[in-house]
């Protein structure tokens, strides 16, 4: 009945109009929405900006050319852009995948290792169902069971009753962030690096497929529609269709593939980035 967001990222200490990069501490938001009306609900009724973490803030910042120039995009160095107004800069998040059971909200802390568990009603911390697992990234859960993991190059199963960890894909990943599943259990997963792609893969690991074209369109040039460009979220319809939202804001898209056959379907563009007091 619900959807939970976490929003990641620095936040200013001070009352100093600029932000300088000492002058911030990092900080998570957890938040809880009606799924169907978008309306807050349970803890975010009382507690919109509701933090669960706060931890010290570094400003390391990379410029976004030398992502593309080198195709070392990777949730190790690349979260997102950093705040607003430095669009051509991006630079690492901690807080990188969310996921929900009936009553527990797991959030995963790429650095620190760490999958923290919180109420789901009450987004109070549960320390106990912790789950400590090597550069975690996309979470995505099966039933109250279950919960699956991106793990630095791997995609790995935890068994949430005595948090065992299994691998279940570890190979042919360059640097994966998103992961969907569909009815019958098969997994896509958005790719980094120099591939650009959303890769699927059996119930059991094993490789079916790659939706779209091996390393992206091109940043620059002739517009490329059978190719991603920093494929993120990703998610798998009924209907068969693979909805993938591209981390880019030159034009921001959201792409349509056939999940069987790869094929593109469709996509959408826009809105533009805003543009305010831009020298552009």
């Given at each position: 009945?619900?959807?939970?967001?976490?929003?990641?990222?620095?936040?200013?200490?001070?009352?100093?109009?600029?932000?300088?990069?000492?002058?911030?501490?990092?900080?998570?938001?957890?938040?809880?929405?009606?799924?169907?009306?978008?309306?807050?609900?349970?803890?975010?009724?009382?507690?919109?900006?509701?933090?669960?973490?706060?931890?010290?803030?570094?400003?390391?910042?990379?410029?976004?050319?030398?992502?593309?120039?080198?195709?070392?995009?990777?949730?190790?160095?690349?979260?997102?852009?950093?705040?607003?107004?430095?669009?051509?800069?991006?630079?690492?998040?901690?807080?990188?995948?969310?996921?929900?059971t009936k009553?527990?909200?797991?959030?995963?802390?790429?650095?620190?290792?760490?999958?923290?568990?919180?109420?789901?009603?009450?987004a109070e911390?549960?320390?106990?169902?912790?789950?400590?697992?090597?550069?975690?990234?996309?979470?995505?859960?099966?039933?109250?069971?279950?919960?699956?993991?991106?793990?630095?190059?791997?995609?790995?199963?935890?068994?949430?009753?005595?948090?065992?960890?299994?691998?279940?894909?570890?190979?042919?990943?360059?640097?994966?962030?998103?992961l969907s599943?569909?009815?019958?259990?098969?997994?896509?997963?958005?790719?980094?690096?120099?591939?650009?792609?959303?890769?699927?893969?059996?119930?059991?690991?094993?490789?079916?497929?790659?939706?779209?074209?091996?390393?992206?369109?091109?940043?620059?040039?002739?517009?490329?529609?059978?190719?991603?460009?920093?494929?993120?979220?990703?998610?798998?319809?009924?209907?068969?269709?693979?909805?993938?939202?591209?981390?880019?804001?030159?034009?921001?898209?959201?792409?349509?593939?056939?999940?069987?056959?790869?094929?593109?379907?469709?996509?959408?563009?826009?809105?533009?980035?805003?543009?305010?007091?831009?020298?552009?």
């Amino acid at each position: 009945e619900y959807l939970y967001a976490v929003y990641c990222g620095p936040e200013k200490t001070d009352g100093q109009h600029r932000f300088t990069g000492k002058n911030a501490e990092n900080r998570a938001v957890l938040r809880c929405y009606d799924k169907r009306t978008g309306a807050p609900a349970r803890f975010t009724r009382a507690k919109p900006g509701l933090k669960i973490a706060t931890w010290p803030y570094e400003e390391k910042l990379v410029g976004l050319w030398e992502f593309w120039n080198n195709r070392s995009f990777d949730p190790d160095t690349y979260g997102g852009l950093p705040r607003y107004g430095d669009c051509q800069y991006g630079e690492a998040a901690e807080v990188l995948g969310v996921a929900a059971t009936k009553d527990t909200v797991y959030v995963a802390f790429h650095r620190q290792g760490l999958i923290r568990a919180y109420d789901a009603e009450t987004a109070e911390p549960r320390p106990e169902r912790d789950i400590p697992l090597e550069k975690p990234v996309s979470l995505l859960a099966r039933g109250d069971a279950v919960l699956l993991a991106v793990s630095g190059k791997r995609v790995v199963r935890i068994d949430l009753a005595n948090k065992a960890v299994a691998p279940l894909i570890t190979g042919g990943l360059a640097a994966p962030f998103g992961l969907s599943a569909d009815r019958a259990g098969n997994l896509y997963v958005s790719d980094w690096r120099d591939s650009f792609q959303v890769k699927v893969f059996s119930p059991q690991g094993k490789p079916l497929r790659a939706i779209g074209k091996p390393g992206g369109r091109a940043v620059v040039g002739a517009w490329q529609r059978d190719g991603m460009l920093l494929p993120r979220g990703v998610a798998v319809t009924d209907a068969g269709e693979v909805w993938v939202a591209e981390d880019d804001g030159t034009p921001r898209r959201v792409s349509v593939w056939n999940a069987a056959t790869g094929a593109f379907i469709r996509d959408f563009i826009g809105p533009t980035p805003y543009g305010g007091g831009s020298p552009f």
